[in-house]
């Protein structure tokens, strides 16, 4: 297979992974809301946050830059199940808390207000991105503490921090190397890259959680080569699709992830990882050259990023050996001594 390691990898750094100015703006407007919502409930006499838990993609360090600033980050709210209960005893229903929590996030300076979900309150930013955050309660039990959802019309169990340590674990054990992230995340980054790499893709292929659960399933790692890692394991997800769609919740038994065993999502990405597949099997050629390598790769995710590259290192390199030439030239040049009476080549 021809060698495009240092390009994969090159692609990962400049355009797959975000950069750390955008993770601190992001926070910064976490941040906002985990204050806005602390003084106005304050304000109004309701029950205040136990704690905040970030979660999701963006407290696994899995998010992918997205040029439509289609970003989605999670930070759940954790209340005591005795602060959402009346004097009576009587427990807050969900919908109510999730209403409580998009009441106090209200503000005048939002062009769209914050809007009550299904199973969380979102915020929307002129960015384009927007910030859920998922209502909890924290219920003590003679076997310790349970983490309830406000999800729907129900109280479900589900404590979202499990699968940030399940992804840390599997990041740890998984991967070759400790640095750069570790190469699994890496690699899903990679595939959520992938999997969002044309806009009309983003609506009909598998979520970020699903393609993060299929990588964990069928992951290559190889040390020594991040663009075979990647492709081994885009191999693999495709082959596991053809004949089963389903993903299962990794915490969670019994949960899926997908629709079915007719999935969309997951048929989807299944029929794009073909489609991809074939455009690299032009690297298996003994003949394949660095430009038509270059081209597939950028086929694959939608860029000239990896033909720029390579045309960017032909012009240095066709530079420096103009200057080289020139060096030579210069030095095997006959230098003129000027005495009396004329002069004399050395």
């Not at 992974?17 to 106005?40: C, G, H, I, V, Y």
């Not at 980054?189 to 990588?215: D, E, I, Y």
């Not at 969309?264 to 099997?281: C, I, M, N, V």
């Amino acid at each position: 297979m021809y060698d495009c390691s240092g390009d994969v990898l090159a692609y990962h750094d400049a355009e797959v992974t975000l950069k750390q100015p955008e993770r601190t703006a992001m926070r910064d407007r976490r941040d906002s809301n985990r204050d806005r919502l602390r003084t106005r409930l304050s304000a109004s006499g309701k029950p205040l946050p136990l704690e905040f838990i970030k979660q999701g993609s963006y407290a696994m360090k899995t998010m992918v830059k997205d040029a439509d600033n289609d970003y989605d980050i999670d930070d759940g709210v954790y209340f005591t199940r005795e602060s959402l209960q009346d004097a009576n005893g009587i427990d807050m229903k969900p919908e109510a808390a999730r209403q409580m929590v998009c009441d106090a996030l209200q503000d005048e300076r939002f062009s769209c207000p914050p809007t009550v979900k299904t199973s969380c309150v979102r915020v929307f930013y002129e960015e384009g991105y927007h910030v859920d955050l998922p209502v909890y309660r924290v219920v003590q039990t003679p076997f310790g503490e349970r983490y309830e959802l406000a999800a729907g019309d129900e109280w479900r169990e589900s404590r979202a921090a499990d699968v940030e340590e399940w992804f840390d674990d599997r990041n740890q054990t998984l991967s070759p190397d400790e640095t750069n992230g570790r190469q699994f995340r890496r690699i899903v980054r990679m595939k959520k890259k992938f999997a969002r790499s044309r806009k009309p893709w983003k609506s009909q292929v598998a979520p970020g959680f699903t393609v993060t659960k299929l990588v964990e399933e069928h992951y290559r790692a190889n040390a020594a080569r991040e663009d075979s890692a990647l492709r081994d394991t885009m191999q693999a997800i495709h082959d596991r699709l053809r004949w089963n769609l389903e993903v299962q919740h990794p915490i969670t038994p019994g949960t899926q992830l997908t629709s079915g065993p007719n999935d969309a999502g997951t048929s989807y990405l299944r029929d794009r990882l073909k489609e991809a597949l074939a455009k690299l099997d032009i690297l298996d050629d003994p003949d394949c050259t660095a430009k038509q390598a270059a081209a597939a790769w950028d086929a694959v995710f939608g860029t000239t990023f990896f033909s720029d590259r390579l045309a960017e290192a032909v012009r240095k390199a066709e530079s420096n050996v103009a200057i080289l030439a020139n060096l030579v030239t210069t030095r095997e040049q006959p230098r003129q001594y000027h005495k009396e009476g004329g002069g004399r080549f050395a």
